[in-house]
């Protein structure tokens, strides 16, 4: 009798966990059309390899059968990581691509120019960069381990350790790629190439996280008509400066100005006009929106207007215990000086907690994507029905 007790107990917490695993999965997927193509690029002449092809990036796209959402979603991953980001979890759950795909949506993934199948050619590039363990660990896995800004101990939602040895960890370190030491180079040569992915397949919804984020302002100057929503996942970064973490009583400290074309680092069209980065005059907040937040750079009044993005539905979406929480909301203020109007959330203001600057990964992955989704349903794909 005790054993058949312990039978049911045993049978019961399986399918409680079982029922927690299919809740992060979308079920079958029916796929009318898949494939991959390169957009941009041009043929270089080097010096070590004589003519080869630069600036392109790769693009992977699936359609499903049951297709109703009009407008495809493009996804852009941030830095040192590909189009794996979407595809699925370190942990082998569904990702935000077959989210979206259960959706209804067509879904094109890049992997940056120079990132994953799109070649990093050394001799248009520059050399390389690469971001090593302690990096991950500290600002994305496990922040609440090293407490370098305020929130970072509200990180719960990693579903591993957070440590070299965990699986979970290793396979997201084997996952990250170099990344391009000249920022504005590959700002442009990502804006050029998304550019030439909507001159291809026509209108869509930009989702971009983190350094991807920057590019969809720079995508959206140059295509506005193409450019129906953009979705920017801790997108970007602050205005201007890049924001250090020394860790308390401070916390904030102010980088290198590396966008000094405000949210970008090459340059986007304002009204009046500017010819260089110097005419915009900047500054600083005299005391942060909030506490344990930074104080931000936005433009001296009257700003300068970003007129090509005037009308896109925009949504910024940042967490609870990331790096990202005590900025992002100046990348909101920024845009809305400049005459973008946009919608910014944090996801603990919607009950969703503890997660990181790798939301996509973590175990509420799914929730986070219906988020998105739900945004879009009610601010996009209306607008587009009207």
Request: with cysteine; glycine share 10%; proline share 7%.
């Amino acid at each position: 009798m005790r054993h058949a007790k312990l039978s049911v107990v045993i049978a019961v917490a399986m399918s409680a966990l079982i029922s927690a695993a299919n809740s992060q999965e979308v079920g079958p997927l029916a796929i009318a059309k898949q494939g991959y193509f390169f957009v941009g690029g041009k043929y270089v002449d080097t010096t070590e390899y004589g003519r080869v092809t630069a600036g392109q990036a790769y693009v992977e796209y699936q359609i499903p059968q049951n297709r109703t959402q009009p407008l495809p979603v493009i996804m852009i991953a941030g830095g040192g990581m590909s189009g794996a980001n979407f595809t699925g979890t370190p942990d082998g759950r569904d990702g935000w691509v077959q989210y979206f795909l259960a959706r209804g949506y067509a879904v094109y993934v890049i992997d940056q120019v120079g990132r994953g199948r799109a070649a990093y050619v050394t001799p248009a590039y520059g050399p390389p960069r690469l971001f090593n363990v302690k990096y991950l660990e500290e600002y994305f896995i496990a922040p609440e381990r090293y407490g370098h800004w305020p929130q970072a101990r509200l990180h719960t939602q990693w579903p591993g350790s957070g440590t070299v040895g965990d699986p979970i960890f290793d396979q997201l370190m084997a996952q990250r790629l170099t990344d391009m030491g000249d920022l504005t180079q590959r700002e442009e040569l990502n804006r050029d190439a998304t550019a030439a992915l909507l001159d291809k397949i026509g209108p869509a919804i930009l989702i971009t996280h983190s350094q991807s984020g920057a590019y969809s302002w720079a995508i959206a100057d140059v295509r506005p008509a193409l450019v129906k929503g953009i979705v920017g996942i801790e997108a970007g970064g602050p205005p201007f400066y890049e924001v250090l973490f020394p860790g308390p009583p401070d916390w904030f400290k102010d980088g290198k100005i590396t966008k000094p074309w405000g949210l970008n680092y090459s340059k986007v069209t304002y009204a009046p006009a500017a010819a260089d980065p110097s005419e915009l005059a900047i500054v600083r907040q005299e005391k942060p929106d909030a506490s344990a937040l930074v104080r931000c750079w936005l433009q001296k009044e009257p700003a300068r207007q970003l007129p090509n993005l005037k009308g896109i539905p925009i949504l910024l979406l940042t967490t609870e215990a990331s790096f990202h929480v005590a900025y992002d909301h100046c990348a909101s203020l920024y845009l809305k000086q400049a005459g973008v109007d946009n919608e910014f959330i944090r996801l603990p203001d919607l009950g969703i907690h503890g997660n990181g600057h790798y939301m996509m990964f973590e175990k509420n992955s799914l929730q986070i994507a219906g988020v998105i989704a739900d945004w879009l349903q009610k601010k996009v794909n209306v607008a587009k029905a009207q």
